[in-house]
């Protein structure tokens, strides 16, 4: 019978309680409700069933009374009643769930009660209901067989990838349909069950408006998930043995019309493809619950059970498509009024296979039938392309229908989607089997012929390709097997590291003409970018470790004291710099959401600055300085050495996860010691913490030291993991971006953007008129292209170099956009994007170098009207209007959704799964071994000394057995058990006088002598009373009370004397082990052998923890990777509906694992020459069409932690130049690149000084002609020449001051300042060439006005501070440094964070100064000889420039620039000085 509900008590499933929502589900016939009270008392009351909607006080029944009456309630979704207000017959979101049949009015049996009353149901395609409406069909019977033919749409290749068989269902009716698929239990019983399935999961179409994202990620949530039935259903279809494209009605034969296809085409649809879902799904080799666990996108587990089945699926396929072609056609002749587009059959395959390839790395290679299929598919592709453009139509195709423009474009488009994947089959077999090769691949480029010869003699490749061998134990030949993060045998390896010549024609193992090469080049410079940083001070810190104790050197006594910063230089030339940290202690381990297990550790603060002044002033230095040192994101190298030799070091690598703010608080609470969390990058470390946290830091720890590396690993992280993983062959614009032979591509030939390529395709380009203006561009008509070019030059808004730039960029899949100082390079940029939006081209992917210059650009969207629909992510916005354009932001105000919602429930997943595991950890930590877990195992291990325990003498089991009921000094509780009395000594309490008795230098009682007494001879002889009454009266007086009661004791038992008390200190393994009578044994062996035994339980049940605590782990990193991924599908569908998707280069890197499921259109690089190439290839996916990169690369580079990577670089700079840029590189191959050359910024004497050096067509826009004098001199521009020395000290790199540079600025600008004219922020800009003179000034300007210091300068400078402890300690507030008069302000900034920016008046600090006569030092001009850095410096005055350096320095340095200037002929004034 079922369970009876007490009175009140909520209904199971409808949470109706008795006698308020219909009769009780124990009712009788004539209503009467049993109440059990239990036992005799148990009542019965019988009363009649209300009808019809009755009202209490007004309420109608099974409504809320609280929200009836004040519309809210405080128990929300939880409440059981409808919310109702009164006066409305319609309810909230939250409605209880009724029940027919007898249970009010409600939805019926096996319907999703919430959808049943909303509309909505949170749980989606996991729910276990049908999802009907009231009075509504579930349209699940029927609706998906019927056969609907599809014309093929004509112009789009998208609208022919359509299946064409059957009609397309809506989500709730695939729901509804595949609730009796997806039991457990299901098996398919004839074929038509197989077309209803399969008919249901093709009906996800991105390209059906009653679908969108969340409806199909939600879908593949559920059919992805191997506890789900959907993927044993799939592979029943797939290894169908019977599949014909003439099935027509049988019920054994499966049709590849309307089963096998469909299924395929779900395979290949967008909501699959573009999906970031993961899940732990089981990679198959022969069977689908035959294998190891992994985890994959959930999609590719889609894809696993092609991998598991692909040689039945090549024949399967093979037979169809022959056949087809053999009959002509792809239609189902024995279905009346079926049609089946041969577009779609090709498209669909091709997907498939390439997808396949793109998730499983070596699937070419493992299938032997991979090759041959793909072949074969590109002869039946072409007959069936040959036949439809035929003349005379040969084949029975809906595409023949259309007109010939359309035909050709449709087939030339999948034409090259069949050879991608023929190049794909190409370029693996070539992977294959490695070649040997007595020299590498190599075409040499002309101007390097001589440099190519000389890395060719000394040339080795990486892994197995060099002749000796790998060089560490993660050399590999792949960067596939590559592992991102160092280790260890890596860290201290003898061999540098395998760099490939970043250089056309350079020596290398892949072909000079392969993606790959680009990619594996690029890869391992930015890899090393990231690991050099550690590996420099674990090699230092190794190598200080091996000298003799007796051996001091600066490094040693960083190491033995409290740490700190060390200086030194590398191989005699590069400098090295990095901070170590001492006395490293565990604290505790946890849980971090993002990164798993995590450690609490604790180290000295190094001395000086870091520990001065009082607790804020403290955590105001860490506030900066923690910017860029211990900062959270960076990655660290834990070096643990546990006192053996060197050689036994570990070293384990892992990344800061604590926040500032947390650093931040640990300095503020001590001065000496700091604390941060780390997460390690695999398990070891952990599983030795824990050790170490449960049995306490000891003896033989050893010694433990952190250095990080200053940078942000996870910014760098996704690039490289998206080089890594990315299928050279999906790469766009490769024919580009591949070094041609010689390296030149001035005769290569741009095509067209593949969205342009379209037949009659037209882009209105009337928004860029003020004037009502017709102009309409047909970018594959040449004569249209002249044609709107004219109209361009003479009535937009663009000058001439403007609009032929814009007119370029529209008819180039990839276009390059010069634009020297002040020709308008981000308005060009924003009218660019206005058409665009306007011609619905997109989403458009817009990377900019910095926040500053992305908001700049979004505002201008915003204020223009051009688009709202902006994503910006990020949060370090400063733009009030663009704030509201933030992901986060419009997250919070779209709400939940279902994606959203399934999110948060992984999210709740994890965190219970955290909690697991920290309370796991907390009971490993500091679990104490009770009692009975110690007896079991003394039973089990001791047996004697168990029993001996447990069978004590006859006084000892006496005095136990009077013990109940005593309360224990220390523990407060009366002993448990004998073990317990054993362990606390009770009976040794009793035979040993308290030591208060004991007078010193006094003769002691014999009983309690600690000296000189066997404790085994005479065991029960009488004390000598004598010898114990030797001490003051008082004494005597406490010591007879003691002897009266022990002696009492005993009397009463029948013992005559008190037993000596033992005191021997014997250890565990010399006698306690081997001695039986542990009764006789001392209080400190007792202790001893208590956790000796303790220890031994603690490792047993250690052991079965720490396995536990791995499985958790790897569940935690699972969930972890689901709920993530589950956010980011929730992102994406914000993401979805954008235009514009607005990040920085840093934003990019969160970016990366979003790309392909996002499919960007078009991506535009704003400042594109300071942003690294790795960074754009890893954001180049497959859809991006058009790549637009707008910038300058004769202005500065991308900015380099690792100085011998940069092109400046001496001796390595013309090998490796991973600074240079990929608009760079491009533009000085040859590529075509437009320019901008009117600019509106500088007056003329100060645009000359890059007109005659960089710039010979640079022309100045008529407004700056107008420009007024600088008051107050009488030149504009001016250079002061001078001859005093740079300040001391320091090496090369190091930055540098000029203390009379520093007056004289500082005279100056209090100069302009008493103008009057000259005070509002951009007026005056000081610019530095180096970090050092910038502080100088700052302490010279600041009791004088308000210093504006940029975010990226103050961080620097911040990071220098921490470095030499400089001091002056006034606190770096992000943009303003401090503040004295309001109305005073002075910009100060560095030449390398101030491209892009202008100011009225510019004063330029060039330092570099040799000096004159005896004291002229024979120094370079260190960056000044960068042409880069120069053509920044001198260009962002717009009235007057004044420069403070050595003009005979300059001219005579090997900079091309300043001796092109040649500065006495530019017509700049001078002031020579000599002191």
Same mark, same amino acid.
């Given at each position: 019978?079922?369970?009876?509900?007490?009175?009140?008590?909520?209904?199971?499933?409808c949470?109706?309680?008795?006698?308020?929502?219909?009769? *009780?589900?124990?009712?009788?016939?004539?209503?009467?409700?049993?109440?059990?009270?239990?036992?005799?008392?148990?009542?019965?009351?019988?009363?009649?069933?209300?009808?019809?909607p009755?009202?209490?006080?007004g309420?109608?029944?099974n409504?809320?009374?609280?929200?009836y009456?004040?519309?809210?309630?405080?128990?929300?979704? #939880?409440c059981?009643?409808?919310?109702?207000?009164?006066?409305?017959?319609?309810?909230?979101?939250?409605?209880?769930?009724?029940?027919?049949?007898?249970?009010?009015?409600?939805?019926?049996?096996?319907v999703?009660?919430?959808?049943?009353?909303?509309?909505?149901?949170d749980?989606s395609?996991?729910?276990?209901?049908k999802?009907?409406?009231?009075?509504?069909?579930?349209?699940?019977n029927?609706?998906?067989?019927?056969?609907?033919?599809?014309?093929v749409?004509?112009?789009?290749?998208?609208?022919?990838?359509?299946?064409?068989?059957?009609?397309?269902?809506?989500?709730?009716?695939?729901?509804?349909?595949?609730?009796?698929?997806?039991?457990?239990?299901?098996?398919?019983?004839?074929?038509?069950?197989?077309?209803?399935?399969a008919?249901?999961?093709?009906?996800? =179409?991105?390209?059906?408006?009653?679908?969108?994202?969340?409806?199909?990620?939600?879908?593949?949530?559920?059919?992805?998930?191997?506890?789900?039935?959907?993927?044993?259903?799939?592979?029943a279809?797939?290894?169908?043995?019977?599949?014909?494209?003439?099935?027509?009605?049988?019920?054994?034969?499966?049709?590849?019309?309307?089963?096998?296809?469909?299924?395929?085409?779900?395979?290949?649809?967008?909501?699959?493809?573009?999906?970031t879902?993961?899940?732990?799904?089981?990679?198959?080799?022969?069977?689908?619950?035959?294998?190891?666990?992994?985890?994959?996108?959930?999609?590719?587990?889609?894809?696993g059970?092609v991998?598991?089945?692909?040689?039945?699926?090549a024949?399967?396929?093979?037979?169809?498509?022959?056949?087809?072609?053999?009959?002509?056609?792809?239609?189902?002749s024995?279905?009346?009024g079926?049609?089946?587009?041969?577009?779609?059959?090709?498209?669909?395959?091709?997907?498939?296979?390439?997808?396949?390839?793109?998730?499983?790395?070596?699937?070419?290679?493992?299938?032997?039938?991979?090759?041959?299929f793909?072949?074969?598919?590109?002869?039946?592709?072409?007959?069936?392309?040959?036949?439809v453009?035929?003349?005379?139509?040969?084949?029975?195709?809906?595409?023949?229908?259309?007109?010939?423009?359309?035909?050709?474009?449709?087939?030339?488009?999948?034409?090259?989607?069949?050879?991608?994947?023929?190049?794909?089959?190409?370029?693996?077999?070539?992977?294959t089997?490695?070649?040997?090769?007595?020299?590498?691949?190599?075409?040499?480029?002309?101007?390097?012929?001589?440099?190519?010869?000389?890395?060719l003699?000394s040339?080795?490749?990486?892994?197995?390709?060099?002749? #000796?061998?790998?060089?560490h134990?993660?050399?590999?030949?792949?960067? #596939?097997?590559?592992?991102?993060?160092?280790?260890?045998?890596?860290?201290?390896?003898?061999?540098?590291?395998?760099?490939?010549?970043? $250089?056309?024609?350079?020596p290398?193992? $892949?072909?000079w003409?392969?993606?790959?090469?680009?990619?594996?080049?690029?890869?391992?410079?930015l890899?090393?970018?990231?690991?050099?940083?550690?590996?420099?001070?674990?090699?230092h810190?190794?190598?200080?470790?091996?000298?003799?104790?007796?051996?001091?050197?600066?490094?040693?006594?960083?190491?033995?004291?409290?740490?700190g910063?060390?200086?030194?230089?590398?191989?005699?030339?590069?400098?090295?710099?990095?901070?170590?940290?001492?006395?490293?202690?565990?604290?505790?381990?946890?849980?971090d959401?993002?990164?798993?297990?995590?450690?609490?550790?604790?180290?000295?603060t190094?001395?000086?600055?870091?520990?001065?002044?009082?607790?804020?002033?403290?955590?105001?230095?860490?506030?900066?300085?923690?910017k860029?040192?211990?900062?959270?994101?960076?990655? +660290?190298?834990?070096?643990?050495?546990s006192?053996?030799?060197?050689?036994?070091?570990?070293?384990?690598?892992?990344?800061?996860?604590?926040?500032?703010d947390?650093?931040?608080?640990?300095?503020?609470?001590?001065?000496?010691?700091?604390?941060?969390?780390?997460?390690?990058?695999?398990?070891?470390?952990?599983?030795?913490?824990l050790?170490?946290?449960?049995?306490?830091?000891?003896?033989?720890?050893?010694?433990?030291?952190?250095?990080?590396a200053?940078?942000?690993?996870?910014?760098?992280?996704?690039?490289?993991?998206?080089?890594?993983?990315?299928?050279?062959?999906?790469?766009?614009?490769?024919?580009?971006?591949?070094s041609?032979?010689?390296?030149?591509l001035?005769?290569?030939?741009?095509?067209?953007?593949? %969205?342009a390529?379209?037949?009659?395709?037209?882009?209105?380009?009337?928004?860029?008129?003020?004037?009502?203006?017709?102009?309409?561009l047909?970018?594959?008509d040449p004569?249209?292209? =002249?044609?709107?070019?004219?109209?361009?030059?003479?009535?937009?808004?663009?000058?001439?170099?403007?609009?032929?730039?814009?007119?370029?960029?529209?008819?180039?899949?990839?276009?390059?956009?010069?634009?020297?100082?002040?020709?308008?390079?981000?308005y060009s940029?924003?009218?660019?994007?206005?058409? $665009?939006?306007?011609?619905?081209?997109g989403?458009?992917?817009?990377?900019?170098?910095?926040?500053?210059?992305?908001?700049?650009?979004?505002?201008?969207?915003?204020?223009?009207?051009?688009?709202?629909?902006?994503?910006?992510?990020?949060?370090?916005?400063?733009?009030?209007?663009?704030?509201?354009?933030?992901?986060?932001?419009?997250?919070?105000?779209?709400?939940?959704?279902?994606?959203s919602?399934?999110?948060?429930?992984e999210?709740?997943n994890?965190?219970?799964?955290?909690?697991?595991?920290?309370g796991?950890?907390?009971?490993?930590?500091?679990?104490?071994?009770?009692?009975?877990?110690?007896?079991?195992? +003394?039973?089990?291990?001791?047996?004697?000394?168990h029993?001996?325990?447990?069978?004590p003498?006859?006084?000892?089991?006496?005095?136990?057995?009077?013990?109940?009921?005593?309360?224990?000094a220390?523990?407060?509780?009366?002993?448990?058990?004998?073990?317990?009395?054993?362990?606390?000594?009770?009976?040794?309490?009793?035979?040993?006088?308290?030591?208060?008795?004991?007078?010193?230098?006094?003769?002691e009682?014999?009983?309690?002598?600690?000296?000189?007494? =066997?404790?085994?001879?005479n065991?029960?002889q009488?004390l000598?009373?004598?010898?114990?009454?030797?001490? *003051?009266?008082?004494?005597?007086?406490?010591?007879k009370?003691?002897?009266?009661d022990?002696?009492?004791?005993?009397?009463?038992?029948?013992?005559?004397?008190?037993?000596?008390?033992?005191?021997? $200190?014997?250890?565990?393994?010399?006698?306690l082990?081997?001695?039986?009578?542990?009764?006789?044994?001392?209080?400190?062996?007792?202790?001893?052998?208590?956790d000796?035994?303790?220890?031994?339980?603690?490792?047993?049940?250690?052991?079965?923890?720490?396995?536990?605590?791995?499985?958790?782990?790897?569940?935690?990193?699972?969930?972890?990777?689901?709920?993530?991924?589950?956010?980011?599908?929730?992102?994406?569908?914000?993401?979805?509906?954008?235009?514009i998707?607005?990040?920085?280069?840093?934003g990019?890197?969160?970016?990366?694992?979003?790309?392909?499921?996002?499919?960007?259109?078009?991506?535009?690089?704003?400042?594109?020459?300071?942003?690294?190439?790795?960074?754009?290839?890893?954001?180049?996916?497959?859809?991006?069409?058009?790549?637009?990169?707008?910038?300058?690369?004769?202005?500065?580079?991308?900015?380099?932690?690792?100085?011998?990577?940069?092109?400046?670089?001496?001796? %390595?700079?013309?090998?490796?130049?991973?600074?240079?840029?990929?608009?760079?590189?491009?533009?000085?191959s040859?590529?075509?690149?437009?320019?901008?050359?009117?600019?509106?910024?500088?007056?003329?004497?100060?645009s000359?000084l890059?007109?005659?050096?960089?710039?010979?067509?640079?022309?100045?826009?008529?407004?700056?002609?107008?420009?007024?004098?600088?008051?107050?001199?009488?030149?504009?521009?001016?250079?002061?020449?001078h001859?005093?020395?740079? =300040?001391?000290g320091?090496?090369?790199?190091?930055?540098?001051?000029?203390?009379?540079?520093?007056?004289?600025?500082?005279?100056?600008?209090? %100069?302009?300042?008493?103008?009057?004219?000259?005070?509002?922020?951009?007026?005056?800009?000081?610019?530095?060439?180096?970090?050092?003179?910038?502080?100088?000034?700052?302490?010279?300007?600041?009791?004088?006005?308000?210093?504006?210091?940029?975010e990226?300068d103050?961080?620097?400078?911040?990071?220098?501070?921490?470095?030499?402890?400089i001091?002056g300690?006034?606190?770096?507030?992000?943009?303003i440094?401090?503040q004295?008069?309001?109305?005073r302000?002075?910009?100060?900034?560095t +030449?390398?964070?101030?491209?892009?920016?202008?100011?009225?008046?510019?004063?330029?600090?060039?330092?570099?100064?040799?000096?004159?006569?005896?004291?002229?030092r024979?120094?370079?001009?260190?960056?000044?000889?960068?042409?880069?850095?120069t053509?920044?410096?001198?260009s962002?005055?717009?009235?007057g420039?004044y420069?403070?350096?050595?003009?005979?320095?300059?001219?005579?340095?090997?900079?091309?620039?300043?001796?092109?200037?040649?500065?006495?002929?530019?017509?700049?004034?001078f002031?020579?000085?000599?002191?």
């Amino acid at each position: 019978m079922p369970r009876k509900r007490e009175a009140g008590q909520s209904h199971p499933k409808c949470g109706c309680k008795n006698g308020v929502a219909g009769p *009780s589900i124990n009712a009788g016939p004539a209503g009467a409700a049993v109440s059990k009270a239990g036992g005799s008392n148990a009542k019965v009351s019988t009363r009649k069933p209300r009808q019809g909607p009755q009202k209490k006080n007004g309420v109608p029944h099974n409504v809320c009374n609280e929200f009836y009456n004040w519309g809210k309630c405080r128990r929300g979704v #939880q409440c059981k009643f409808e919310h109702r207000r009164a006066g409305n017959m319609s309810s909230s979101p939250h409605i209880a769930h009724g029940h027919q049949n007898g249970h009010g009015s409600g939805p019926p049996r096996d319907v999703c009660p919430q959808y049943y009353n909303t509309g909505e149901c949170d749980r989606s395609f996991d729910c276990k209901h049908k999802h009907l409406r009231a009075n509504e069909n579930d349209g699940s019977n029927g609706a998906s067989l019927r056969q609907v033919p599809r014309p093929v749409a004509a112009p789009l290749l998208a609208q022919v990838q359509k299946s064409g068989l059957l009609e397309h269902l809506e989500p709730k009716q695939v729901h509804n349909t595949l609730h009796r698929f997806l039991q457990d239990d299901f098996k398919f019983k004839t074929v038509f069950d197989m077309y209803v399935f399969a008919a249901a999961l093709s009906s996800a =179409d991105a390209d059906d408006p009653k679908w969108n994202l969340s409806d199909g990620q939600l879908l593949l949530a559920t059919v992805g998930d191997t506890d789900k039935n959907a993927l044993v259903l799939i592979d029943a279809i797939l290894c169908h043995e019977t599949v014909s494209v003439t099935a027509g009605g049988s019920k054994t034969i499966v049709s590849f019309q309307r089963g096998y296809l469909p299924l395929l085409h779900y395979l290949a649809s967008t909501y699959v493809l573009r999906s970031t879902l993961h899940r732990c799904v089981k990679s198959v080799s022969n069977s689908l619950r035959d294998t190891a666990i992994v985890l994959i996108h959930r999609s590719s587990a889609l894809y696993g059970l092609v991998d598991s089945n692909f040689e039945r699926i090549a024949a399967t396929l093979e037979t169809c498509i022959q056949a087809s072609l053999q009959r002509k056609s792809f239609r189902d002749s024995d279905v009346v009024g079926h049609t089946l587009p041969g577009a779609s059959v090709f498209r669909t395959i091709t997907t498939c296979l390439e997808q396949f390839a793109l998730r499983f790395r070596r699937a070419i290679t493992s299938h032997p039938s991979f090759a041959p299929f793909v072949r074969k598919l590109l002869e039946w592709f072409t007959e069936w392309s040959d036949a439809v453009n035929a003349a005379h139509h040969a084949f029975d195709d809906p595409i023949c229908s259309t007109d010939a423009d359309q035909k050709r474009f449709v087939t030339s488009q999948l034409r090259k989607s069949v050879l991608s994947l023929v190049n794909l089959v190409e370029q693996a077999e070539g992977h294959t089997t490695r070649i040997e090769r007595s020299t590498p691949t190599q075409i040499p480029e002309e101007n390097n012929v001589a440099l190519v010869q000389e890395l060719l003699k000394s040339y080795e490749g990486p892994g197995w390709y060099r002749p #000796q061998g790998p060089r560490h134990d993660n050399d590999f030949e792949m960067i #596939q097997d590559v592992k991102i993060v160092p280790t260890q045998d890596e860290l201290c390896a003898d061999l540098p590291p395998y760099l490939p010549a970043n $250089l056309p024609g350079g020596p290398h193992h $892949l072909p000079w003409d392969s993606v790959s090469r680009l990619f594996d080049i690029q890869f391992r410079l930015l890899r090393e970018e990231l690991v050099a940083p550690i590996r420099t001070p674990v090699l230092h810190i190794m190598q200080a470790l091996r000298q003799p104790p007796a051996r001091t050197t600066p490094l040693s006594k960083l190491l033995h004291g409290d740490g700190g910063n060390y200086r030194g230089s590398q191989d005699g030339a590069d400098s090295v710099d990095f901070s170590v940290y001492t006395d490293i202690d565990f604290h505790f381990m946890g849980c971090d959401t993002h990164h798993g297990v995590a450690v609490e550790v604790s180290m000295n603060t190094p001395t000086g600055k870091p520990r001065q002044g009082g607790s804020q002033a403290r955590a105001a230095y860490w506030q900066e300085a923690g910017k860029k040192r211990l900062m959270q994101g960076g990655l +660290v190298a834990l070096i643990w050495q546990s006192g053996g030799p060197v050689e036994d070091i570990k070293i384990y690598t892992g990344v800061i996860t604590s926040p500032l703010d947390d650093l931040v608080k640990s300095a503020r609470k001590s001065p000496t010691r700091l604390r941060l969390r780390i997460s390690f990058s695999d398990s070891e470390p952990n599983m030795r913490v824990l050790t170490n946290l449960q049995h306490g830091r000891g003896p033989t720890e050893g010694v433990r030291y952190l250095v990080e590396a200053p940078m942000m690993f996870e910014a760098l992280r996704p690039f490289l993991e998206t080089l890594q993983k990315t299928l050279p062959s999906s790469i766009p614009f490769s024919r580009y971006l591949v070094s041609p032979k010689g390296g030149n591509l001035r005769e290569m030939d741009i095509q067209l953007p593949a %969205y342009a390529t379209r037949p009659r395709y037209s882009m209105d380009l009337s928004c860029l008129f003020d004037l009502p203006m017709q102009c309409v561009l047909r970018p594959s008509d040449p004569a249209s292209v =002249d044609t709107t070019r004219t109209k361009l030059k003479n009535g937009s808004r663009l000058d001439e170099t403007q609009a032929d730039a814009l007119l370029d960029t529209l008819i180039s899949e990839i276009s390059l956009v010069q634009g020297p100082p002040g020709t308008g390079k981000s308005y060009s940029g924003v009218e660019l994007l206005r058409v $665009l939006i306007t011609n619905k081209v997109g989403p458009i992917l817009l990377i900019a170098f910095t926040n500053h210059a992305l908001d700049h650009l979004l505002r201008d969207i915003l204020d223009k009207k051009i688009t709202t629909k902006i994503v910006r992510l990020g949060s370090r916005s400063s733009d009030e209007k663009v704030m509201d354009y933030t992901l986060f932001n419009l997250q919070q105000k779209r709400g939940r959704t279902n994606l959203s919602k399934a999110a948060g429930r992984e999210f709740r997943n994890l965190k219970l799964l955290e909690e697991n595991m920290e309370g796991l950890i907390a009971d490993v930590v500091t679990r104490n071994v009770n009692n009975n877990d110690l007896m079991r195992h +003394v039973a089990a291990a001791y047996p004697t000394h168990h029993y001996k325990i447990n069978n004590p003498e006859f006084w000892i089991q006496n005095l136990y057995n009077e013990s109940e009921g005593w309360e224990d000094a220390q523990s407060g509780s009366a002993p448990t058990s004998l073990l317990d009395f054993w362990i606390k000594g009770h009976d040794l309490q009793l035979i040993t006088p308290p030591k208060d008795v004991q007078a010193p230098g006094k003769g002691e009682p014999k009983g309690a002598s600690s000296k000189g007494v =066997d404790p085994r001879d005479n065991r029960f002889q009488q004390l000598d009373t004598p010898g114990a009454e030797t001490g *003051s009266s008082d004494y005597q007086e406490k010591y007879k009370a003691w002897k009266v009661d022990a002696l009492g004791f005993f009397k009463q038992i029948g013992v005559n004397g008190i037993p000596n008390a033992p005191s021997t $200190l014997r250890a565990v393994s010399d006698g306690l082990l081997k001695d039986y009578d542990v009764w006789r044994m001392s209080l400190p062996e007792r202790r001893d052998l208590r956790d000796f035994w303790g220890q031994e339980v603690r490792s047993k049940s250690y052991t079965k923890e720490t396995a536990e605590f791995q499985r958790l782990s790897e569940r935690h990193a699972k969930a972890r990777k689901r709920w993530e991924e589950m956010a980011e599908q929730a992102k994406l569908e914000i993401l979805s509906k954008a235009e514009i998707i607005g990040c920085t280069t840093n934003g990019a890197a969160k970016l990366t694992s979003l790309l392909a499921s996002l499919a960007p259109r078009v991506l535009l690089v704003e400042e594109a020459g300071q942003v690294l190439e790795a960074h754009i290839l890893a954001s180049l996916v497959p859809s991006i069409e058009h790549m637009i990169l707008i910038g300058d690369p004769l202005q500065l580079r991308p900015t380099l932690t690792n100085y011998y990577l940069s092109m400046d670089h001496p001796e %390595y700079g013309p090998i490796y130049r991973f600074d240079q840029s990929l608009m760079e590189r491009l533009a000085f191959s040859g590529l075509r690149m437009s320019r901008l050359d009117t600019q509106r910024r500088m007056r003329p004497a100060i645009s000359d000084l890059i007109r005659s050096t960089l710039y010979p067509t640079l022309e100045d826009n008529p407004n700056v002609l107008e420009y007024p004098h600088v008051r107050g001199m009488l030149q504009d521009v001016f250079f002061m020449d001078h001859r005093n020395a740079e =300040d001391g000290g320091g090496n090369e790199s190091a930055s540098k001051s000029n203390s009379f540079e520093v007056a004289m600025i500082k005279d100056l600008v209090m %100069y302009f300042l008493r103008q009057g004219t000259y005070s509002q922020e951009g007026d005056i800009v000081v610019l530095c060439a180096y970090l050092g003179q910038l502080v100088k000034i700052r302490k010279a300007l600041a009791h004088e006005v308000t210093i504006v210091i940029d975010e990226r300068d103050a961080i620097q400078l911040a990071d220098d501070e921490a470095q030499e402890n400089i001091a002056g300690g006034e606190k770096l507030q992000g943009n303003i440094a401090k503040q004295v008069e309001v109305t005073r302000r002075v910009l100060l900034r560095t +030449v390398d964070n101030f491209q892009g920016e202008e100011g009225t008046i510019v004063i330029l600090s060039l330092v570099r100064n040799s000096g004159v006569g005896e004291e002229r030092r024979n120094k370079g001009i260190g960056f000044l000889r960068s042409i880069n850095r120069t053509n920044v410096a001198l260009s962002r005055a717009k009235h007057g420039l004044y420069i403070l350096g050595n003009a005979q320095d300059l001219s005579s340095s090997r900079s091309t620039m300043w001796r092109t200037i040649g500065l006495p002929q530019a017509g700049v004034s001078f002031l020579a000085t000599t002191n």
